[in-house]
């Protein structure tokens, strides 16, 4: 059977026209993933510090769409909406509309500035009733010489909540024992959010530059969420698809190219070789793949790449048997025995005229064999023997697990990995068995 025969009857096959849909998705998630996210994000996956910014354990932002009562979205406001300087004097003023059922979390102000002396810096917030709250009031260290200072202020602050409590005179019912976050959000009639446009406004006099943005904590944040580590776990997820394809197709691949070549030419050989490579197959066949894989990540390294190599060990033997006795019937042919007649080496005789007739047979075992490498590799990372410095599917639900996502009702950082694997494993599953039945004249009727 030809290549083009092969190609018609694979364009019947609907099961497999969906496997391609399915892999094609997935290729056009790695590409966006490579290509909209910055490599530094990637490599800074397991550092707590570049995902201060983000709130954790937020809930994706279209779980709005369902509710009748909205969930408050994580803001970062990093430039203000207008900038005025007078003199040494400098005034940023931030706005966002702020349309929520509930309070949001806190809030902070991040900001740097560049001064001699001793300036001032001042916060204050205008409401959408027309209040202006002051907020702080405070000096910045004194320095006689120029100097570079930055700070995080939140709305924990003593001195926020001190100031807060002094300015009772515009609600009409107590705010003692409320948090700066619910009196600056709460309606100056009842303890309810007051829905609207706010605008905060920073103001450092006596300064050279000041560079601020504003953070208001939310509940809910990006397409899918984030964890108890404030990681965005889009950016997991995206990354995630090519480093498991990458696994999968290099481990299949490699696997089922060596056990094609051990095969045929076991088989081709015959005899006391024959016999003596198979019964290695068969001692390494034995093994136990999982109880290996794990003693291996734990004495020896849980490196991606190594992971890989010993995937591709235990992956082979199943593709040599099956090689081997295709090589049997394929060497009694008459084009066979006409290479031997001419002269030809046994080398050039296995990879010139037996295996490219089994080439669509490996095909197939390729396409099988990667879900079979994904979901080893995920089942590692799962029990924690993965490797820590990619963000895996595996890994992600390891943290999930470690976490207890499960128990505590966080479905978003559990499922999507989970799907996402099921996606990818579907994908192949669906080309393979296509192939397989497009090249198997017994499947095929």
Known sequence: MDYTDIKKNFAKNKTGIVGLALLGGLILVSILAIVTIPLETYKEWNNPSRWTELPKSAQPEWVNWFLSKKIPEHMILSSPDSTMIK???????????????????????????????????????????????????????????????????????????????????????????????????????????????????????????????????????????????????????????????????????????????????????????????????????????????IILSVTISNNIFLMIGFLMIFGWVGVAKVSRSIALQVKTRQFVDAAKNMGQKDHKIIFKHIIPQIIPYALASIAISVPAAITTEAGLSFLGLGDPTFPTWGQILHDAQSHGAAARGMWWWILPPGIMVAITGLAFVFIGNSLESTVNPKLRR
Do not use: C
């Open 87 to 293: 003199k040494s004097e400098i005034t940023q003023r931030f706005s966002f509309d702020y349309s929520y059922d509930y309070f949001p979390g806190d809030f902070l102000v991040d900001f740097r500035t560049s001064y001699s002396g001793a300036p001032l810096l001042e916060i204050s917030v205008i409401r959408p009733d027309g209040v202006t709250l002051k907020l702080l009031s405070s000096s910045m260290p004194h320095s006689d010489e120029h100097y570079e200072y930055s700070d995080k202020i939140f709305s924990t602050n003593d001195s926020i909540r001190k100031s807060l409590r002094f300015q009772s005179e515009n609600f009409a019912y107590p705010i003692q024992e409320l948090s700066s976050k619910e009196i600056i959000f709460a309606r100056s009639d009842e303890h309810q959010t007051l829905k609207g446009r706010y605008e905060f406004v920073i103001k450092a006099t006596g300064v050279d530059s000041l560079d601020s943005k504003i953070i208001l904590g939310g509940k809910v944040f990006g397409l899918s969420g984030t964890d108890e580590l404030r990681r965005d776990l889009a950016i997991g997820l995206l990354w995630g698809t090519p480093v498991a394809l990458f696994i999968g197709i290099v481990v299949a691949m490699g696997s089922v190219i060596s056990g094609l070549v051990f095969g045929v030419y076991a088989g081709y050989k015959g005899g006391r070789t024959d016999e003596s490579m198979m019964r290695f197959n068969d001692v390494i066949y034995a093994l136990p793949a999982l109880p290996f894989l």
